[in-house]
């Protein structure tokens, strides 16, 4: 993949206006505030929907049973009318149990028995089972190898974020998405805050040029410890990583990419390019499983000289804080709704209705739902939307940071780009993991006495 780069001629706004509102479609236009004297052509933002129009069926099918893998059935469900789950796939037997379960449940949804597949090719076999959308819902090291056997079958997606965990695994994902895109695939992508009403409007003011000109971010989640799992003596090594896939660095990237990428895809959603370099540092006091970091601090710099700072941490006993700042010449703004002055004065803030108004313009749908509202709006209006692109841009962003964290090491995007980094084992099987040992990676070199 190229790097991105606003060519000569073609100024910031129209750039992000072009890579950020194209990948939604023309499904209508939800306009707003303007910006004062601004003589540049204003940019609006699309329509979006509280419910997708009414069609004929569209049958789904869910591979990744865990706690957001059904969480997202039930956000396609909520999508619309004829929507159905029909599929079921995962590597472990209780997940779909408890999946289906849930789904019966909170929807009166029950999936056949024929129609449940466990194992590593659980996903092919709810792929041929005769579905026309894929929920990718696995740890997202297997998203790769998924994303490219769906868009092989000419299958819609959505794809949770992150979509990979390396530089190979991101790569993979957007060569996929340019064929499904070349096919009139749709594909949506899991990080939620590009579709949230609330967000996008705030966007909006800032690319319209409210804060002045883009001279940085700063960009923090911190929080409490996740959830994690003591190995249980009949676990094999790969059944213990997967039922804790949230703390190894080759299922879930580790933190900065499976968590922090929500932050992470607002900051470029913003800058509307992608970082040249970084360099940070991160480290482990708390974390009791896995190989992972439980915080980071990485700069990121741009081609025209701007620092983003972004932190992120998960250790509990701590302050939490999460802040999304998009600084400017004249301003800064909180990238949830609420625009300043460098005084400290508010000079905007999202009019956002009371819960009891339901018809407001403003009111802002879960972006959970959202995503599963633009998926089966574009598939029956004929009009596809593809985020691949961007979603893959904030997976390598995190991958660069946790790079440079990992090592010690200024990463540039050149040397992302070229790497040949592919964190997986030799195969996928129940048993011994060959390859991956349950370290923390350590920085720098020993110091030596004289």
């Not at 750039?15 to 052509?41: E, H, P, V």
């Not at 129940?430 to 350590?442: M, N, T, Y």
Request: charged content about 20%; aromatic content about 8%.
């Amino acid at each position: 993949m190229n790097k991105m780069k606003i060519k000569p001629g073609i100024d910031r706004r129209n750039f992000i206006a072009k890579t950020t509102l194209g990948t939604l479609g023309t499904i209508g236009i939800l306009t707003g505030c303007t910006n004062a004297g601004d003589k540049k052509a204003e940019i609006l933002l699309p329509e979006l929907l509280d419910k997708a129009p009414d069609g004929p069926v569209l049958k789904a099918g869910l591979i990744g049973c865990g706690g957001r893998g059904t969480g997202a059935a039930i956000n396609f469900l909520d999508a619309g009318l004829n929507l159905q789950i029909t599929a079921l796939g995962d590597v472990f037997q209780d997940k779909i149990d408890n999946c289906r379960a849930e789904l019966k449940t909170q929807k009166g949804v029950e999936v056949a028995d024929e129609n449940c597949f466990v194992g590593f090719d659980s996903y092919q076999k709810v792929i041929d089972s005769g579905v026309d959308i894929v929920l990718l819902c696995t740890p997202p090291h297997f998203r790769p190898l998924h994303v490219e056997a769906a868009v092989n079958a000419r299958k819609h997606i959505f794809m949770e974020k992150p979509i990979a965990v390396d530089p190979v695994g991101a790569r993979s994902v957007l060569a996929s998405a340019k064929k499904a895109e070349a096919a009139g695939l749709c594909m949506v992508s899991g990080t939620i805050r590009r579709v949230q009403k609330d967000y996008m409007e705030t966007w909006r003011q800032v690319a319209n040029g409210i804060i002045g000109e883009i001279t940085g971010a700063n960009i923090i989640r911190n929080g409490g410890a996740l959830w994690y799992r003591n190995r249980q003596p009949q676990w094999t090594d790969m059944e213990y990583m997967i039922r804790n896939w949230v703390n190894f660095c080759w299922l879930s990237g580790d933190h900065i990419t499976e968590q922090f990428i929500h932050e992470i895809d607002v900051m470029n959603w913003h800058m509307g390019q992608n970082p040249v370099s970084a360099i940070g540092w991160g480290g482990r006091q708390r974390r009791v499983t896995g190989d992972q970091y439980d915080f980071f601090s990485i700069e990121y710099v741009y081609s025209n000289g701007v620092r983003a700072h972004c932190a992120t941490r998960q250790i509990n006993g701590c302050s939490n804080k999460k802040v999304e700042q998009i600084n400017g010449t004249s301003g800064y703004a909180n990238a949830a709704g609420v625009i300043y002055d460098w005084k400290g004065n508010e000079i905007w803030k999202y009019p956002m209705p009371d819960e009891t108004d339901t018809t407001s313009p403003w009111k802002v749908t879960t972006p959970f739902v959202q995503e599963h509202i633009n998926l089966v709006t574009a598939i029956r209006t004929g009009v596809p939307v593809n985020d691949a692109e961007a979603q893959v841009n904030s997976t390598l962003v995190t991958i660069m940071g946790r790079m440079a964290a990992y090592t010690g090491k200024e990463i540039t995007w050149e040397e992302l780009m070229n790497s040949d980094l592919y964190l997986r084992p030799k195969t996928y099987a129940f048993g011994p993991v060959e390859g991956i040992k349950e370290e923390v990676p350590v920085v720098g070199e020993e110091n030596k006495s004289m």
